[in-house]
């Protein structure tokens, strides 16, 4: 959509919203498009879709006929937009409410919804009905990234189109071609969840995420009526959960002290899949594991599910053999030959265009401004003399950017009008009022998405108690789902993970000290280092992705801030002294969930279409897309050595391509694991 049809799209809303009888298409062919060219079939194309992007921005284009004519006759048939029908109804919010409400917006941050509740957010504060609000001490949840497939699936379920994907069944272990009517998306037992129609079943089924094995493919000519009032969380709550099993596994003397400290009392002996018995004797199976040495040790495990064990495992490369049971063997060889495999293939040229940002960004569209501009109006009427370059902030653009919008506005009005009757916007002084809306003064209701965002972000905070007691978090929902109507309904069809804390003990510790400045006594464990540290820390803030709480400290022992996970804290008291340094976080959600340093390694791998999340979840600093899918990432470590873990927990998503050395210690410790299952 070029920019002059973003300035006619513009100027039809505008005549059809401040007409009251409508205007014929006559008029509007001379008034608005000034189309001489006679051709009348062109044009009624145009005009046809310039009224369908208008519906899709949310305006219902009325049709209006005399009493006694046909409406298929454009001599007769008038136009016009309601005034009320399409607007964002007013929506009154106590302070208490605006914090839920935005700490429910906020939960997206880093998530597939973020845009949409920002714009959401945005709306709310066009209409006046949203005050500037601060955010309660220690509590930011945040919503983790759940990676390419759940985006792609979320614009696929709000365009009704099926969808087409590999999966890896966990009941037969195939994996198979699935094509599904995707109806709804959402969180359970901390995995996420696509249920739909799968038209080679004939029925609904419900397939996880994480046992994709190829990219999501959006079959656009393939529609589909969505069931009336599908909930997924009501879905997958019905769903049982998977049993508690026992697995048998092989580590050596010393190490992996996490693993260990999960393990349970041994079960009766029993010949397993790698030819010995849960006690160590030699069995008479065949499956070609090279046997664990004399001074490993073999324990028993819990898990419900073999491919979540198996993820963890086969980080653990050769520190760890599996000996039972069959499918969790399966899983952590499957991952390991993934990766070596991925290792094996020939490398693409490494090559990065410059410049490219941290971070992927779609190219911003005519679109996107035109739903800018008719968000800024009604922003503007009820933000009167904001200081420019503050305007341009809140929207997220240049003040460049913002201007050109403006120079748009300023020139947009009633066909043929007088100067009274065009948009009057002033910044001659870097302060900006609006003298005259033309009736763009109210923001337009919210869009699916939104809805989405914002109605999904309240329900998923009720797992947090101190949220879920107070009276401000059901009295905001039962608002926004009377602002949102029919769009409201349709938010149902996605469901948040559970963001309450594991651990609410430590937590009401560490928040307590944040409270009153105290420091903290802490014992640590560390997964890529296998061992346990003791820290004195200056906490500053708490913040969680999903139920996964983190703190941010000013670390001691290290001399720097760090980022704490709660579930790896073994012991966590005050340790009796103050915070001793004038040290103070970030202001918002952490960009980074460690600290960068001069000494950090910078590493280029390569990601497949599947693991490309990897690049934002890792925060590169560069990305180039590749031709035949995936991307390049370089991203900074301040540890590789655990970079081999990495690479074997992704199974065949991930390789590292420079530096050399460290991707020929990768790929090797990736093939001697391999080589204990016979591979």
Partial sequence: MSASRTERLLNLLIALLNTKYGLRRSELRQKIYHDTTGNDVAFGRMFERDKND??????????????GWSSEDPATTRYRIGKESNRLPDVELTPEECTVLLLASQLWEQAALGTSALNAMRKLQASGGLTDIGLPSGLQPRIKPAGQAFEDLITAMHAQHAVSFRYHAGSTGKDEERVVEPWGVGSRFGQWYLAGHDRGRGALRFFRLSRFTSAVTVLAKASYPPPARFNIRAELAALPELPIKTAVVDVPEGKLLGLRKRAVPAEEPATTATGTTATGTPGTGT??????????????????????????????????????????????????????????????????????????????????????????????????????????DRFGITRKELEEDLRILICSGLPEGYPDDLLDIQWEDDHVYITQDLDLNRPVRFTVDEACALLTGLETLNGLPELAEGSALESVTLKLMAAAGEEGLRAASVAGPEVGPANSVDLETIRAAIDSGSQLRLSYFSPQKDSVSERDVDPLRLYSLDNTWYFEAYCHAAAGLRNFRLDRIERVAPNGRGISRAVTGQEGFPVKLYTPNDDDTLVIVQLTHQGSGLADEYYAERTAELPGGGLLAEIRFGNTDWLPMFVAQHGGAVRILEPAPLAKVASEWVGTALSQYGG
């Fill in 287 to 392: 499956s070609g594991a090279v046997p664990p040495d004399a001074d490993w040790e073999r324990i028993s495990v819990q898990y419900r599910d073999a491919e979540l064990l198996g993820e963890e495992l086969a980080s653990y490369g050769p520190n760890v053999l599996v000996a039972a049971p069959p499918e969790l063997l399966a899983a952590v060889r499957r991952r390991l030959a993934g990766a070596a495999e991925f290792a094996a293939a020939p490398h693409p040229p490494v090559v990065f265009p410059a410049p490219v940002l941290a971070h992927r960004t779609r190219k911003r569209t005519s679109e996107d401004q035109l739903k800018r501009m008719l968000q800024l109006v009604p922003f503007l009427v009820h933000n009167q003399g904001l200081h420019i370059q503050v305007v341009a």
């Fill in 54 to 67: 208008l519906r899709e921005f949310g305006f219902d284009v009325e049709t209006v006929t005399d009493k």
